[in-house]
């Protein structure tokens, strides 16, 4: 099946004109590499991250990029933790100095090896500006978060690190699960070990049963070590006090997407 435009244009890094003809590549004052287009206005730039670059009034900035196994969402009905079989590279979004309510609308993607995602829109994130991309986990020679216009495709590219560690993943599992009472009150214990070869930032919700709401347990956990989480996160030990015992969920992030465990909590105020 031939190229598309946008193909072509994330794999040669110029621009096509409407009728077929290749730009030139030039070198910006600002050290971005654009585009002396032959018959065309539209033009393809690579940049590097933490440029903001201006199309047509509004004007864009994309930076701090980091690899998570798993992130945390806003969601439909309430905060939730999404997980896939790859990993994420969440990025700080600014669209006129502001974080943007629908980034969906300014056309973002991803684009590894000269391609492209489709299909990769980015995710909210509860990280102040973070926009999350998921991406294969396997090494890349190239990548960059990719803004789409009608006269410009932007490329803000991922440094070597981010790439190195999209290749490499933590892996995550819970060795200690509990709901003690720590001085008069109920607490969750987690003590999560990281089998991978890579630090990470282990997230999880903690829910009961019937309950739509949720906690989220963030801590980092770094390669070949074990940390332990101790406390009250947000109101679900408050749901557990005032309805008795429970059955408590964790998801957190494994190998193919989310794993779920549970506990059965007992109400008595006596038991550890």
């Keep these: 099946m031939p190229a598309t435009r946008r193909e072509l244009v994330a794999a040669l890094g110029v621009a096509l004109g409407s ?22 206005s539209t033009e393809s730039r690579q940049v590097s991250m933490g440029t903001t670059v201006t199309v047509s009034g509004t ?5 701090n990029p980091r690899v998570r196994k798993a992130v ?3 969601g439909m009905a309430h905060t939730r933790v999404v997980a896939n079989a790859g990993q994420f590279v969440v990025v700080d979004i600014a669209v006129d ?19 492209t995602r489709d299909g990769s829109d980015p995710l909210p994130t509860t990280d102040a500006g973070g926009y999350a991309f998921a991406l294969p986990a396997t090494r890349h020679d190239r990548g960059a978060i990719q ?14 690190a981010v790439l190195g560690s999209l290749a490499v993943e933590p892996i ?4 200690a699960f509990r709901v003690p009472h720590r001085d008069g009150e109920r607490v969750l214990e987690l003590t999560v070990a990281n089998e991978g070869e890579r630090d990470g930032h282990f997230a999880a919700r903690a829910s009961f049963d019937g309950y739509s709401g ?18 009250r996160p947000g109101d679900v ?19 193919e997407g989310l794993r779920s465990i549970e506990r059965t909590v007992s109400s008595s105020a006596t038991e550890e």
Excluded: K, M
């Design 172 to 175: 995550f599992s819970v060795t």
């Design 237 to 255: 030990l408050l749901y557990f006090e005032n309805h008795g015992g429970e059955t408590l969920t964790v998801e957190y992030p494994a190998d």
């Design 72 to 74: 945390v969402t806003p």
């Design 59 to 63: 004007s864009v900035t994309v930076e």
């Design 19 to 40: 009728a077929g003809c290749v730009s030139t590549p030039s070198r910006r004052s600002d050290g971005a590499t654009a585009t002396s287009p032959a018959t065309s």
């Design 214 to 231: 949720g906690s989220i347990v963030e801590f980092p956990v770094p390669a070949g070590e074990s940390e332990t989480y101790t406390g």
């Design 97 to 115: 100095g502001a974080t943007p309510d629908q980034p969906f609308d300014r056309e973002f993607r991803s684009a590894v090896d000269g391609e």
């Design 147 to 160: 803004w789409a216009t009608d006269e410009t495709d932007v490329y803000w590219t991922l440094p070597r």
